[in-house]
């Protein structure tokens, strides 16, 4: 009987790889496959597991993150203990279960990321196709960007603030970045549907020094964010982690869709927010084409100070702290992260790695031409 079970695990196990193999390999060759599986299955996951993991308050995914990283880590130690015989069946049994986790973190990565990196753009879904292919010349660059920069100094001069001159929000943020998504859902099908609450995450500190606003994470399908960053921040990284739970993997898409659901939204301060999150993408993208010429760069429309103080990622009070209580310095955080990071987005067919989070320049330039916005 023990033996009859053992095969029955080897058979199971075989064909769980072998659907990781097969799905991999449909994917990478199918885009129709792709986005079936994004409008059909995707949004059972979210709908089921993700509503589950969504009643608990604290990231899952953190402790997942965690899990994870103490297995690996105990992987070469019990390699070591197969050399002794009294301990040996017990590594035996760990590289068994080791084993078992790595074919479940494969499928999952598949299902809910892998899959998702081979659909269709937001562009090819939503957009007329003449837009989608089109170029656009520095003039239409500057306009936008010109524009972008005037909406945020306006809204800057309205906000809320404390006696420190940081804005103040007391509404429910969370429900409000829900609602900013469902909102947009009627307009664009795929972000119609439930979305659970963003989560802070419980190691912000850490994720301060890797720069990173928010984390979508497969395993539990949580949209997580940082929440010692500025508060400007907390609008646009909400929207962005919740279009990730909507199929939209690519980090220019989830700017760009984080960016309409602000600037779409009844609430101000998401409003101001929306078009923060994106200024900085518009401002240097104009200054290389314009070859870094600072003359030409003053001509066009002036950033506040008052905007700048606001477009911050962590306040020097909050890095101080960080940087005081932190292990490892985060110059080093950092440099890891991106490494990383760059190399999971290429490894997933984004050839450009982390310069893909730029090119929401370009679905800025083809949404505001798609709403006649150079017809003005």
């Keep these: 009987m023990k033996k009859f079970f053992c095969k029955k695990r080897v058979w199971v196990y075989i064909i769980l790889v072998g659907l990781v193999l097969v799905l991999n390999v449909v994917a990478w060759n199918s885009t129709a496959f792709c986005d079936f599986y994004i409008k059909n299955i995707f949004p059972i996951w979210v709908n089921t597991y ?4 969504g009643i608990i308050p604290v990231s899952i995914g953190e402790y997942m ?11 070469p130690v019990a390699l070591l203990m197969c050399l002794f015989g009294r301990i040996r069946r017990y590594a035996v049994g760990y590289l068994r279960f080791f084993a078992w986790v790595l074919v479940s973190v494969c499928l999952v990565m598949t299902l809910n990321c892998t899959i998702l990196y081979h659909a269709s753009t937001f562009s090819e879904q939503y957009l007329p196709r003449e837009i989608a292919e089109r170029e656009y010349t520095l003039e239409q660059l500057i306009a936008v960007r010109n524009h972008v920069v005037d909406r945020c100094n306006a809204y800057s001069q309205v906000m809320e603030r404390d006696e420190n001159g940081d804005i103040l929000y007391d509404g429910d943020m969370k429900a409000e970045a829900i609602k900013a998504m469902q909102n947009l859902g009627k307009t664009y099908e795929q972000l119609e549907g439930y979305y659970p609450r963003p989560k802070p995450l419980a190691a912000s500190d850490f994720f301060s020094q890797q720069y990173m606003t928010g984390y979508y994470f497969p395993f539990s399908m949580e949209a997580n964010y940082n929440d010692v960053m500025y508060i400007m921040n907390f609008p646009a990284t909400m929207c ?22 602000c600037i779409s939204s009844e609430d101000v301060v998401f409003q101001y927010a929306g078009y923060l999150s994106v200024l900085n993408y518009l401002d240097n993208d104009f200054y290389k084409a314009i070859g870094r010429d600072t003359e030409k760069y003053l001509a066009q429309e002036r950033i506040l100070t008052q905007v700048s103080v606001d477009n911050v990622y962590v306040t020097q009070d909050e890095w101080d702290r960080i940087n005081a209580k932190a292990v490892i310095d985060t110059e080093t955080v950092d440099e890891v992260s991106d490494t990383f990071t760059d190399t999971t987005l290429k490894v997933n067919g984004v050839a450009d790695g982390m310069l893909s989070y730029n090119r929401v320049v370009r679905l800025l330039l083809q949404w505001y031409d798609s709403q006649g916005f150079f017809e003005e």
């Design 240 to 261: 962005h982690e919740l279009a990730h739970l909507r199929g939209y993997i690519f980090e220019d898409e989830a700017n760009f869709i984080g960016f309409l659901a």
């Design 50 to 53: 993700g509503r589950v993991t």
């Design 65 to 75: 993150l965690v899990a994870g990283v103490v297995c690996v880590g105990l992987f």
